[in-house]
């Protein structure tokens, strides 16, 4: 078969598919060197523990767990500038779920570095990049690609994994709904003082949420949430002045804060597609679905994509079944769908509820953090939701081969 998109959630799929037994070609617009540079993404992203199982499984972790930092605590808040900050908050300690850490945080370049390794040692995958796949010719019993090169393969299936504006997603005539946020994310390294001790800390601010997420060593990820409006004027002040911005978000916990290297800005959208397969044809990761980054899950959404992908795929291969059938991706579809648009819409109604300053939805929202801190079930229930860990999961993400 063949991916289009080499990122985290292509690589991943493609190492399911390639341990699996099946052939995989990878294609990418971009060569590895250019994605795991430190110039090309500023982004880290947060691995769920139920992904870190699923990264064990794939033979990843090896690769990039020194690059990654345990989560052992959650800190969420309604944070305030200028006024006194709420009294409530909500706690959330890996111990208490019976784990070592809810998850990881690893910068997205070593990430793909590490996917890359594995991908490398494993002889059922191939890579072509950069290229493209720029046309299909469905068949009945294959697919036709022909890249950007002029080459052409015969494959049984064609997923797109190409990130947000997929070209193959609308060559293959699938809609989708969305929107963009009036809200801009500028990301940032923070070296501080005090060690962070693998607490990450999310304040809701009234222009959007303000995470800091433990980094390796004495270093953190800002992820701000700020208004189209302010976000130039944000991004455009000196070094002093935007160190001083971050410090009044930060506050005192961490000690004396400054940012290291570049700064970046990324529009935050939302968007679903209205179908994720064809016959011989499916969606997974971004290309299915973009989310806001309120509660840090895009990443591991794209994931359980490609581990329920991958099951689905390899359960009819070892069937004996036409793995590009419309009737067997529709399995993948169903089991995806649902869990996509409940996240996707959580999340849009988090960022409504507390990117705002409106009195009584402040202390509405308060009062539901101080009552679900206080309630050990509640609670409980999502620290498992954080670590990816409830509902019908795919055996790579239970630790399990596909």
């Known amino acids: 078969m063949v991916i289009s998109g080499g990122g985290m959630v292509g690589l991943a799929l493609a190492l399911a598919l390639g341990q699996g037994g099946l052939k995989v070609l990878v294609v990418d617009v971009l060569a590895p060197a250019t994605t795991v540079a430190p110039s090309f993404d ?84 191939s890579l072509i990049a950069p290229a493209s796949v720029s046309a299909l010719a469905a068949e009945p019993a294959r697919v036709t690609v022909r890249l950007s090169d002029g080459s052409e393969f015969k494959a049984a299936l064609v997923i797109a994994a190409e990130g947000r504006e997929s070209q193959l997603r609308t060559q293959m005539g699938i809609g989708v709904i969305g929107w963009s946020y009036p809200q801009t994310g500028i990301v940032a390294t923070v070296h501080h003082a005090r060690p962070h001790k693998g607490v990450a800390y999310e304040h809701f601010l009234p222009s959007g949420p303000f995470a800091i997420l433990p980094m390796t060593g004495d270093r953190s990820s800002l992820v701000w949430t700020e208004t189209k409006g302010k976000a130039p004027a944000m991004l455009a002040l000196d070094d002093a002045d935007f160190d001083a911005e971050v410090a009044a978000r930060f506050g005192a916990h961490l000690g004396d804060t400054k940012v290291v290297g570049s700064r970046w800005s990324y529009p935050l959208k939302f968007h679903l597609a209205r179908d994720y397969v064809r016959p011989r044809f499916a969606l997974a990761g971004d ?50 769908r649902f869990d996509s648009f409940t996240l996707a819409a959580s ?56």
């Open 42 to 125: 500023g982004r880290v992203s947060a691995l769920a523990y139920a992904a870190v199982r699923m990264m064990r499984a794939l033979k990843v972790w090896p690769h990039l767990e020194p690059q990654a930092q345990p989560i052992r605590e959650i800190l969420v808040s309604d944070g305030a500038i200028g006024r006194t900050a709420s009294p409530f908050s909500l706690h959330f300690d890996s111990e208490e779920v019976g784990v070592d850490s809810l998850g990881h945080i690893a910068e997205n370049r070593h990430t793909r570095a590490a996917l890359h390794a594995a991908v490398a040692a494993d002889t059922n995958i």
């Open 347 to 402: 999340t849009d109604a988090l960022n409504r509820l507390f990117s705002n300053d409106i009195a009584p939805l402040r202390h509405l929202r308060d009062l539901g953090l101080g009552m679900v801190d206080a309630f050990g079930p509640a609670r409980r229930f999502f620290m498992r939701h954080a670590g990816g860990d409830i509902g019908k999961l795919p055996r790579l993400m239970k630790g399990e081969a596909a």
């Open 287 to 336: 290309c299915a679905h973009g989310i806001h980054p309120i509660a840090g899950q895009g990443l591991n959404l794209g994931l359980k994509d490609a581990a329920a992908l991958a099951e689905t795929i390899l359960d009819a291969a070892r069937l004996g079944r036409d793995i590009g059938a419309v009737d067997v991706l529709k399995r993948y579809e169903r089991w995806r």
